[in-house]
């Protein structure tokens, strides 16, 4: 192929790629045009028509843009469809490897041309061997990919399972949680003590952490890209008192894990709706985005806040309630909800329902913590 073609090919795709500029990261256009085949970018296109979420498609694409990246510097060839064992096999090798073995075994972990190949091309930033969940993630992008090429790969293979446990054994890192801590019932109380000044940014704060933690710990990007219109009205929930709580539905679309099987809605009742509907008419707000940025001189903007806000409000109230900040993020925010789900005694199947869980093994091992801490035979003593 003559440097002419290979330029037009490079050319046409990042052409292809401004049509899904919506959703890819378009400052690497040039970059990913380079990288990406041409069923790479019909496969991207197929994804945005089904209605695949925008952050999954984006660490899908920064994946698979570095999965095309090593195989041209390990092999000097793109990605084979399916990919055999042994490539596999060289990718966790090539990632997961114990730094003090290299500086007495140069041969150790990925070779010295592959690592400057990548760097020099921007691919690979870090020093020191891959964590676990990176190369487990980017293994299922390239397993789901091959699938939705009507393909079978070799990533159940034992040999394969059996390197990564090894591998990871050897390393003896610790599991890391997204969120050092859980953000619990009374942790999401004193961040929500932090809003009560009563300007526009307390009132949309705490409908944020509100919203967030009663409707199941929603995720990020969830909370910053709800719209008015998939807030529903419903009858008042009547205790056995009497009281009469307000109540709202949330249609949450197509998420993260949704397989268009079931639909996709969470139901909050009473003080998270009062604090929704606070914000709301403070903010004028009728359609559009719930949730949006407040500038420095008080003005609501018409656009989205953006998933990483809601980061930012949760260790900006965590700061403002004398926590330390790096303790929590806004994943805290689903962990939190289902530990103090069990903390409640709250059965595990009716909580898994609210934060949309699929696995009862990941759901449940949130219950099993809670309650280790607190049963009888963690204070025998």
């Known amino acids: 192929m003559t440097d002419r073609t290979a330029s037009d090919i490079v050319s046409r795709r990042a052409i292809e790629l401004d049509t899904l500029a919506a959703v890819l990261p378009i400052e690497r256009r040039d970059e990913l045009a380079e990288l990406l085949t041409d069923q790479d970018v019909e496969t991207l296109r197929h994804l945005v028509n089904e209605g695949m979420g925008a952050n999954s498609l984006r660490a899908l694409t920064s994946d698979l843009s570095y999965l095309q990246a090593w195989a041209l510097a390990a092999t000097g060839s793109a990605l084979p469809w399916p990919a055999p064992e042994a490539l596999l096999l060289k990718f966790v090798a090539h990632h997961l490897w114990l730094p003090e073995k290299r500086e007495t075994d140069p041969n150790h972990g990925m070779p010295a041309d592959v690592e400057l190949n990548l760097r020099d091309g921007g691919c690979l930033r870090m020093t020191g061997p891959h964590s676990p969940s990176t190369v487990r993630r980017r293994l299922a992008h390239w397993s789901t990919l091959t699938k939705w090429r009507g393909l079978e790969g070799a990533f159940a293979s034992p040999a394969l399972k059996s390197a990564i446990r090894l591998a990871v054994r050897a390393a003896g890192r610790p599991r890391q949680r997204k969120s050092r801590k859980a953000l619990t ?56 008192d009497g009281t009469k709580l307000p109540s709202i539905s949330i249609d949450l679309g197509r998420t993260k894990t949704s397989d268009g099987s079931r639909e996709e809605i969470v139901f909050l009742t009473g003080a998270p709706v009062d604090a929704l509907d606070a914000w709301l008419a403070a903010a004028k707000i009728q359609k559009g985005s719930v949730f949006r940025a407040i500038d420095q001189w008080g003005n609501i903007s018409r656009r989205a806040i953006d998933a990483q806000s809601i980061n930012a409000i949760v260790k900006q109230r965590a700061e403002s309630a004398g926590l330390e900040p790096s303790d929590y993020s806004a994943h805290g925010l689903r962990s939190g909800f289902l530990t103090e789900a069990a903390l409640r005694n709250v059965s595990l199947l009716e909580a898994m329902d609210q934060p949309r869980h699929r696995s009862m093994q990941q759901a449940g091992s949130y219950y099993n913590d809670a309650r280790r801490k607190t049963g009888l035979a963690a204070r025998l003593l």
Request: proline content about 2%; some cysteine.
């Open 185 to 240: 019932g009374d942790v999401v109380a004193r961040l929500i003590a932090t809003c009560a000044g009563g300007s526009l940014r307390d009132l949309r704060d705490r409908a944020v952490l509100m919203v967030a933690f009663g409707s199941g710990g929603r995720r990020r990007s969830e909370i910053a890209s709800l719209r008015y219109d998939q807030i529903a009205r419903l009858d008042p929930v009547e205790l056995e």
